[in-house]
């Protein structure tokens, strides 16, 4: 059983396409997998459920996390549309209203831990995916977590986004005695045309072998391909018309699931 937080504070950088990647991945490796969707955008309850902001879930992470409601987790995981996934969709602008409500209270921080105590032996593989922001939630989220993965994009800001999760992670040692694992750094949306995103892959190679960190896998390439099966939540090893392109792409999530075990 690991439980992996996948981050980065930047906006739109891949941290839902990677966790629902990593997910698929898990299907395929016949590991039992819950994607805990600690973002209230929804995006991976969207992609993985026909549920929408408009049509949210009737229970959901928001109502476990709430101490007025204090579901049980068991009561709010659902099997996604590929049945071996489960998921606890977000609760969308509920989500956002509990970790208001958390901020503050004794114990906040704790709040995803005791959530996933009861089910945290029931799966191999526990992702969280987070919100671009270290919130509470996601804070919480990774005190919960045995190790993170960082998904950055090439391009000359990722450097200052390592900074600030690095930042997260020393203060969870230096204020909670937590001690989070970083998995490794998975780069994504690389565009093979670009000749800056070249040189910022070698930047970005340089600087986490630097800091001890390692690229896992492959880089992924911009491909709309992902985009499209990820967004019906559909694995790359799902793909209508597959092609040896989709299935090192589907290989490569494998890769990078069994470093963060
Ligand atoms: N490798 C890729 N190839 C093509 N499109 C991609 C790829 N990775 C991500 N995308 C697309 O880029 C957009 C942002 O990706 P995604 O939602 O995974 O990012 P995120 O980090 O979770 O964003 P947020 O910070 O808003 O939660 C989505 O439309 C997604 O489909
Ligand atoms: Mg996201």
């Given at each position: 059983m690991t439980i992996t937080a996948v981050v980065n504070l930047k906006g739109g950088v891949g941290k839902t396409t990677v966790t629902n990647g990593l997910a698929h991945a898990a299907a395929v490796q016949e590991r039992s997998c819950l994607v805990v969707d600690g973002d209230s955008q929804g995006n991976s309850t969207m992609h993985l459920t026909n549920y929408t902001a408009n049509n949210s879930p009737e229970n959901?992470?928001?109502?476990?996390l709430d101490r007025e409601v204090d579901l049980p987790i068991e009561d709010a995981i659902i099997a996604?549309?590929?049945p071996e996934i489960h998921i606890l969709p977000s609760g969308f602008s509920d989500l956002q209203g509990v970790q208001d409500t958390l901020v503050g209270k004794p114990g906040g921080e704790?709040?995803?831990?005791?959530?996933?105590?009861?089910?945290k032996d029931k799966y191999d593989h526990i992702l969280i995916d987070c919100r671009p922001a270290i919130d509470l939630i996601t804070r919480s989220a990774m005190y919960a977590a045995d190790n993170v993965i960082i998904v950055v994009q090439p391009e000359s800001d990722a450097i200052a986004g390592f900074d600030a999760i690095q930042q997260a992670i020393d203060d969870l040692a230096e204020y909670m005695d937590k001690h989070l694992k970083v998995a490794g750094v998975v780069v994504n949306q690389v565009d093979g045309r670009r000749l800056d995103h070249a040189k910022s892959l070698d930047y970005l190679r340089a600087y986490v072998k630097a800091a001890d960190l390692e690229i896992l896998?492959?880089?992924?390439?911009?491909?709309?391909?992902?985009?499209k099966l990820t967004n019906v939540g559909m694995g790359l090893d799902q793909h209508p018309r597959p092609t040896p392109r989709s299935r090192n792409l589907a290989e490569n999530f494998g890769t990078i699931l069994k470093a963060t075990r």
């Amino acid at each position: 059983m690991t439980i992996t937080a996948v981050v980065n504070l930047k906006g739109g950088v891949g941290k839902t396409t990677v966790t629902n990647g990593l997910a698929h991945a898990a299907a395929v490796q016949e590991r039992s997998c819950l994607v805990v969707d600690g973002d209230s955008q929804g995006n991976s309850t969207m992609h993985l459920t026909n549920y929408t902001a408009n049509n949210s879930p009737e229970n959901s992470f928001a109502d476990v996390l709430d101490r007025e409601v204090d579901l049980p987790i068991e009561d709010a995981i659902i099997a996604s549309k590929r049945p071996e996934i489960h998921i606890l969709p977000s609760g969308f602008s509920d989500l956002q209203g509990v970790q208001d409500t958390l901020v503050g209270k004794p114990g906040g921080e704790m709040a995803v831990q005791r959530a996933l105590k009861p089910v945290k032996d029931k799966y191999d593989h526990i992702l969280i995916d987070c919100r671009p922001a270290i919130d509470l939630i996601t804070r919480s989220a990774m005190y919960a977590a045995d190790n993170v993965i960082i998904v950055v994009q090439p391009e000359s800001d990722a450097i200052a986004g390592f900074d600030a999760i690095q930042q997260a992670i020393d203060d969870l040692a230096e204020y909670m005695d937590k001690h989070l694992k970083v998995a490794g750094v998975v780069v994504n949306q690389v565009d093979g045309r670009r000749l800056d995103h070249a040189k910022s892959l070698d930047y970005l190679r340089a600087y986490v072998k630097a800091a001890d960190l390692e690229i896992l896998g492959d880089p992924i390439p911009m491909l709309a391909d992902i985009s499209k099966l990820t967004n019906v939540g559909m694995g790359l090893d799902q793909h209508p018309r597959p092609t040896p392109r989709s299935r090192n792409l589907a290989e490569n999530f494998g890769t990078i699931l069994k470093a963060t075990r």
